[in-house]
């Protein structure tokens, strides 16, 4: 398999959108059921070991938005 054409800036936004978006849902849910005390702490490590680039004000929103 070849690529005929460049990728397009952007391509994968989606997909790490929804992997954030998990990330947080199992967090709020672990924080709910108290397996984390720490929300922010614990999105921080969750981000990190799935690889995934969550910037401050990123962070922020999340933080604020639940």
């Known amino acids: 398999m070849t690529m005929n054409e460049p990728i397009e800036d952007g391509h994968?936004?989606?997909t790490n959108s929804?992997?954030?978006d998990g990330v947080v849902e199992q967090?709020?849910?672990d924080l709910d059921?108290?397996?984390v005390t720490d929300f922010e702490s614990a999105l921080r490590q969750?981000?990190?070991d799935a690889g995934?680039?969550?910037n401050?004000?990123?962070?922020q929103r999340i933080l604020a938005d639940n």
């Open 18 to 20: 929804a992997r954030i």
């Open 56 to 59: 401050d004000d990123e962070l």
């Open 12 to 14: 994968d936004d989606s």
């Open 52 to 54: 995934l680039t969550v």
């Open 33 to 35: 059921q108290g397996h």
């Open 46 to 48: 969750r981000f990190a």
């Open 27 to 29: 967090t709020r849910a």
